[in-house]
């Protein structure tokens, strides 16, 4: 079932501009875990390795996170090109162009 009330173009703008800030944002994050890495093997003071390794565990879990978040991104423009978006997919019924203008990535017409 295509959903044919939906302009489809606009969504996969916005989608590939959510998609160039996530991979923005990883590259940042990774930089800084690697510049972390390197403070780590040069500090000498249990203490600033306590707290590199503490930011370290910090920014691995946003790292984690944006990786979800464009994998989401990537699912959802890949349903742009199946024909599928727009769609829930446990109801089979149509997501309200509200909920995808505010969450484009949406895979069902409410959160579980």
């Known amino acids: 079932?295509?959903?044919?009330?939906?302009?489809?173009?606009?969504?996969?703008?916005?989608?590939?501009?959510?998609r160039e800030r996530l991979l923005k944002e990883i590259d940042g994050v990774a930089e800084d875990t690697q510049e972390l890495d390197v403070s780590a093997s040069e500090a000498e003071d249990r203490g600033d390795i306590a707290e590199i390794d503490a930011q370290n565990a910090i920014d691995q879990t946003v790292l984690d996170?944006?990786?979800?978040?464009?994998?989401?991104?990537?699912?959802?423009?890949?349903?742009?090109?199946?024909?599928?978006?727009?769609?829930?997919?446990?109801?089979?019924?149509?997501?309200?162009?509200?909920?995808?203008?505010?969450?484009?990535?949406?895979?069902?017409v409410a959160d579980a």
Do not use: N, W
Not at 1 to 18: G, V
Not at 69 to 74: G, Q
């Open 65 to 108: 996170t944006l990786k979800k978040e464009l994998s989401e991104v990537d699912a959802a423009l890949k349903r742009i090109e199946e024909g599928t978006y727009g769609i829930c997919e446990k109801t089979g019924r149509p997501i309200p162009v509200e909920r995808l203008e505010a969450y484009p990535a949406a895979r069902t």
């Open 1 to 18: 079932m295509k959903r044919k009330d939906l302009d489809l173009e606009h969504f996969r703008d916005k989608l590939q501009k959510e």
